[in-house]
């Protein structure tokens, strides 16, 4: 009877888990992400806890860890555990960021994950019930992202996982899941009919997503099936095998007439997803950038590399120019799963990752020697749904959703690879008298420490981010309650945190930036900031993004204490040495220089932000560092420079809104509402802008063309114009 409610409890959470790619709360940040890893955590928590007490009771199930794909599963792990002891940043290691959320942690409740799936699975009825949900939760999905669709045309569908490539990856596996269903239960009409619809579904999705890596990824899995199953299972069926290579011939003589005769037809008239596939310009180069710059971290830690989760580390180190059509974008992966692999964890760990894939394709060749007819085609498919997420990983890198897929997929296999193990004749259940006098005290304190681990390394996070997000709503209406949400996040010490803080510092900066804040309200807000700030340079000692943002943190407090300018300066220099050649560094060198007013140094750091970022932009970030000074003379000059230059200086109203509540009526010279009134020509309909001349006119004195302005605007957004009255009313 125990053992009967255990695996009741693991059935449960198996199928649990299969309900998690529908997940998605709004209230935390990445919450494609981060949410889902959450509650899967909690999930698997509950199911592992199940597992260890269905061992005691039940040691049958304990071949399961003699088995070769489970030891090198566990000696992955533990040279990942390794290399993050070894590693640049052990904390990032262990935990990841609520972005990624693929830490050490993460990474061991996959492999319990699929030490309990294997376990749910007793014979094919099991293994039935488990692929049947994931195909039907797959549709839904599909369905959902169809809507997307169907809503725009020139948007890639990501469905509830939030990015098209994750949802290509779901996508592809559960073809081949809905392939493998078929074979597996051809006879039952119902599966038959579900497999069918899931397979038609997630292809047309997979389409869908324009995911390029990922449908030549499953082109070339599907070519290798073929191969196989005309080779070894109906291999006197050569028709079929000219069909299949002159059907594949006419496609790619199609696709190469498209791309020569009608290629901007295809781009103008079909859908971004579909025309990402069709039109084969494909352009790899910023992948290869930072693939270079990779294999130079991978010199200086070759054995254990810089630790799991700490890619930024060697990125912001070695990075030297800017990335081919990204810009300046801060990669905190390789976009290769297998340079990942050895830059995190070295050649050790390169090793092990390999013996992974060794011991599971080992595996399906000893199944599928002793295979025939049926089975063989399931082996097939589950070789080809390897290769294809292999292949898919050499431009990507894996992420929580997919992997989930990845380890239901090990535990699969794992079951029919050695479907004659779980014979009930061949595997009795070996039973043991449980002596409850000490079971029971056991088992309460196991459930109070599952409890506890629930609680502190989820739950708590958990809120933090659904804070840390309330925050962020609040920072733009309402300082001091945004200020008590983000107090209340970073009272938890989770995680969490350093995310957390990054967006405390970035969500204060805006507000009091715009002048929304009364200088009390701004001095403790900015110290709180700077004191949180301070804590994720000493958790992450070498994270140049904390440095930047500290940086920012202390010209802001400069407003009411002249010495944090130094200390801004010391605190970028150390973010200099980190990361050398960032432009991030010059970018937060010059405005330092611009508010110490050494305009010959802060122009000689513009010129270095220029040869990274553009000369239009560098001129409009010294143009913003005028506004805040209230220096507005070279404010217009740089403005003007930038325009020169092609950039678009209306991109942030919020710089208009600014310097319009800031500036004092004395300094609003012609040239200024000229300013003022070409964004309004610019851009005719935007508030920030409208709201920015009647501002400017109303301090100016010319209160009868500040009226006028605001009877255009009361016709068009009544509110509006109510709350600007009520703002004119407050200036004196």
């Given amino acids: 009877m125990f053992s009967y409610i255990l695996r009741l409890i693991i059935k449960t959470c198996v199928f649990l888990i299969l309900l998690l ?13 981060f949410s889902k890893i959450i509650f899967f955590r909690i999930i698997v928590e509950i199911g592992f806890t199940a597992w260890i007490f269905l061992m005691i009771v039940d040691k049958s199930i304990i071949h399961i860890l003699r088995k070769q794909i489970t030891i090198t599963l566990i000696s992955l792990f533990i040279i990942s555990l390794l290399a993050s002891i070894f590693g640049a940043d052990m904390y990032r290691s262990l935990w990841s960021t609520q972005e990624r959320m693929t830490g050490i942690v993460t990474t061991i409740h996959f492999l319990a994950m699929f030490l309990i799936v294997s376990t749910s699975i007793r014979d094919r009825k099991n293994l039935m019930y488990i692929i049947v949900v994931n195909l039907i939760v797959s549709i839904i999905i599909a369905l959902y992202g169809f809507i997307q669709f169907s809503n725009s045309l020139n948007e890639r569908i990501s469905s509830t996982l939030g990015n098209p490539i994750y949802l290509g990856i779901y996508a592809m596996m559960n073809v081949y899941l809905s392939s493998i269903a078929y074979y597996l239960y ?3 009409v119902s599966i038959t009919i579900v497999s069918i619809i899931g397979g038609i579904i997630n292809l047309l999705t997979m389409f869908l997503t324009g995911g390029r890596g990922v449908l030549t990824a499953f082109f070339v899995s599907f070519i290798f099936f073929l191969m196989g199953y005309f080779l070894y299972v109906k291999y006197y069926l050569k028709k079929y095998v000219i069909t299949a290579i002159l059907t594949i011939s006419l496609v790619g003589i199609v696709l190469f007439a498209i791309n020569f005769t009608a290629k901007d037809w295809v781009i103008k008239h079909l859908p971004l997803a579909i ?15 930072v693939w270079f710059i990779s294999l130079q971290g991978i010199q200086d830690r070759w054995l254990l590399g810089w630790g799991p989760e700490n890619f930024n580390y060697l990125f912001q180190k070695y990075y030297s120019k800017p990335i081919s059509g990204d810009g300046t974008t801060y990669f905190d992966r390789s976009h290769n799963q297998l340079i990942d692999i050895l830059a995190l964890t070295g050649i050790v760990g390169l090793i092990a990752y390999l013996a992974l894939w060794a011991a599971l394709y080992w595996m399906i060749i000893r199944a599928f020697r002793r295979a025939s007819g049926q089975k063989r085609i399931v082996l097939l498919l589950f070789a080809g749904a390897f290769l294809a997420y292999f292949l898919q990983n050499l ?56 409890s506890y681990v629930m609680y502190e390394f989820n739950i708590k996070p958990y809120h933090a981010s659904a804070e840390t997000v309330r925050g962020i709503m609040f920072s733009q209406s309402n300082i001091l309650r945004s200020m008590e949400h983000f107090r209340k996040a970073l ?25 929304n804040a009364t200088l009390e309200t701004k001095r403790e807000f900015v110290d709180f900031a700077v004191s949180e700030m301070q804590k994720n340079i000493q958790e992450h000692p070498n994270d140049v993004k904390s440095y930047y943002a500290l940086s920012a943190l202390y010209r802001l407090a400069s407003d009411y204490d002249i010495s944090a300018l130094d200390k801004s300066v010391a605190v970028i220099m150390r973010a200099a040495e980190l990361a050398p050649m960032r432009p991030e560094t010059f970018t937060e060198i010059m405005q330092v220089y611009v508010q110490k007013k050494d305009i010959e140094k802060s122009k000689e750091w513009a010129v270095k932000v220029a040869q990274y970022v553009g000369r239009g932009e560098a001129h409009y970030q010294l143009a913003q560092l005028y506004v805040r000074m209230g220096d507005y003379a070279p404010m217009l000059t740089e403005m003007q420079a930038a325009t020169s230059e092609g950039y678009d200086i209306y991109a942030n109203p919020s710089v208009f809104s600014y310097l319009a509540k800031t500036i004092d009526r004395r300094d609003i010279t012609p040239d200024i509402t000229a300013f003022i009134d070409a964004a309004v020509n610019a851009y005719p309909n935007n508030g920030d802008f409208l709201g920015s001349r009647i501002l400017i006119h109303y301090k100016a004195g010319d209160k009868e063309r500040a009226q006028k302005y605001l009877d255009e605007v009361r016709t068009q957004n009544p509110p509006f114009a109510k709350a600007l009255e009520e703002y004119l009313k407050k200036i004196p």
């Fill in 186 to 188: 051809r006879k039952k």
């Fill in 395 to 450: 431009t990507v890198f894996d992420t929580p959703v997919p992997l989930i897929m990845f380890y239901f997929f090990l535990a699969f296999t794992y079951f029919i690879c050695n479907e004659e193990e779980y014979d009930a004749e061949q595997v009795p259940v070996i039973s043991h008298k449980v002596n409850y006098f000490h079971a029971v005290p056991i088992g309460i304190l196991t459930v109070a420490l599952v």
């Fill in 275 to 289: 025309h990402r596939v069709i039109i084969l310009d494909w352009d790899f180069q910023s992948r290869i950038d």
């Fill in 21 to 33: 790619p529908l997940f998605v709360t709004h209230n935390t940040l990445y919450p494609f992400i």
């Fill in 491 to 515: 009272s938890m010490n989770t995680f969490a945190d350093y995310e957390n803080r990054l967006q405390l510092a970035k969500y204060v900066l805006t507000p009091i930036q715009q002048g």
